[in-house]
């Protein structure tokens, strides 16, 4: 027997992801209810899209074929999936975009099963943009055919939508984006303290090195925060500091430390020291621009002009 097509969705999680992916859900005319641990968020989606409000994922379960999950760390995602066993559908899909472990991903899917429902692990990228504009690259893990079903209510929310395999594969993938993520950061970072205290003007220099060889999304969206001395959360340090700790330990069990992402959590570690963890991760400038002023001010370097 055909498993049902799903069109009824849930999504839990309104943060400054979420909102965005909930509205592309409705625009599909598929968002049927919303829950969030901070009430008004939740409130302020339903009037403008007309769905129900959950008073708790427990609730939101019987009314959904599947459900979208949009939270913080691994033990929300446990945490929610648990409410929901108790009145899951059977055949329903939950379909996880967070970032959380692999291992987290397996335990959800394995909880989901013994209930006769399915688990796909979607972890996302492209920023707050991405999720706006329905044009996130969404990394997927799971059984086939759940996913299959599942691929209309995750191609109403992103661009590119891959299945890499078993339940887990989602999040390997991911965790492998947010290593070559703090590798971009860091070059650009660096590069415009470089080019900061070259004295070059930088709104042209984005401009221009934006079409170049070395450009990258991140590098055209996010360099302008350096311009403007600004870093709105588009993806807050805190965030990729947890993620890069999930792709440390994955290393470890293969025996390896990466340079990358322990560099990057040394320096993570000292911009929330400093109060901007719930910065935007472009705020990693105000490090490298600390070491040319470091220079500028050395006594011994002055003494040599």
């Known amino acids: 027997m055909t498993a049902p ?9 309104l943060g400054a992801m979420g909102v965005g992916m909930a509205r592309n859900l409705h625009k599909h ?8 641990r901070t009430a008004s968020k939740t409130q302020a989606v ?5 769905c129900v409000v959950a008073q708790s994922p427990t609730d939101l379960a019987p009314l959904c074929d599947a459900i979208v999950l949009c939270v913080s760390a691994d033990a929300d995602v446990l945490g929610v999936v648990d409410a929901l066993l108790p009145n899951i559908r059977r055949d329903a899909v939950v379909i996880d975009c967070s970032t959380v472990s692999a291992d987290t991903a397996r335990s959800a899917a394995h909880r989901l099963r013994e209930r006769g429902a399915f688990f796909i692990d979607a972890p996302v990228s492209g920023g707050v943009e991405g999720a706006r504009d329905g044009a996130l690259a969404i990394m997927c893990g799971g059984d086939a055919q759940a996913f299959e079903r599942a691929r209309p209510v995750l191609e109403a929310m992103g661009k590119t939508v891959t299945h890499f395999g078993a339940s887990g594969m989602g999040q390997a993938a991911k965790a492998t984006n947010q290593i070559m993520c703090a590798g971009v950061i860091q070059a650009v970072a660096e590069a415009m303290a470089f080019a900061k205290a070259e004295e070059l003007p930088l709104d042209k220099l984005i401009e221009t090195l934006g079409k170049g060889a070395g450009s990258s999304w991140y590098f055209v969206n996010r360099a302008p925060n350096i311009v403007r001395d600004s ?9 990729h500091d947890k993620d890069l700790k999930i792709c440390r330990a994955m290393a470890a069990r293969h025996g390896v430390q990466l340079p990358l992402i322990e560099m990057t959590l040394v ?13 935007d991760i472009s705020t990693l400038f105000h490090l490298k621009d600390a070491l040319f002023a470091a220079a500028a001010s050395d006594p011994k370097r002055l003494e040599n002009k």
Do not use: C, M, S
Not at 5 to 13: E, P, S, T, V, Y
Not at 29 to 36: E, I, Q, R, S
Not at 232 to 238: C, H, Q
């Open 267 to 279: 320096h993570y570690r000292r911009l929330i020291e400093q109060g901007h963890g719930d910065e």
């Open 29 to 36: 005319g598929l968002l049927a209810g919303v829950w969030n």
């Open 46 to 50: 339903a009037r403008e899209t007309g």
């Open 5 to 13: 097509a799903l069109k009824k969705i849930g999504l839990i999680g």
């Open 231 to 239: 870093y709105p959360a588009g993806f807050r340090v805190r965030l």
